[in-house]
């Protein structure tokens, strides 16, 4: 499967390839500056999975039926939380919340 990279994740591209992915950013795409809807279109017409941090493309996909990845800024959150405690275990005691 091909990737299609929103603007906001074009510097992920090498990191995407070098996992073994074929990625497209949106500007390559000629889509720098595009309406959300025209690049959940591209995405849909090329058979692309479109890669967003933002919630209203995601909606757009689901809508279109367009494969999809929403990382949300709770979701990047959650992930540096993961690997916070994981690799300075005895931190948790410094967070109160969880």
Not at 3 to 27: C, N, R, S, V
Not at 74 to 89: G, N, P, V
Request: hydrophobic letters at 40%.
């Amino acid at each position: 499967m091909k990737i299609l990279l929103d603007e906001m994740y074009a510097g992920l591209k090498e990191y995407f390839e070098i996992l073994g992915w074929t990625a497209l950013t949106a500007q390559e795409a000629g889509l720098q500056g595009a309406k959300d809807r025209e690049i959940v279109e591209y995405a849909k017409e090329n058979d692309l999975l479109l890669v967003t941090q933002d919630q209203k493309p995601a909606d757009l996909a689901d809508l279109r039926d367009v494969k999809h990845v929403l990382i949300s800024t709770a979701t990047i959150a959650k992930i540096a939380d993961s690997k916070i405690r994981e690799k300075y275990r005895g931190l948790e005691a410094d967070c109160p919340h969880r």
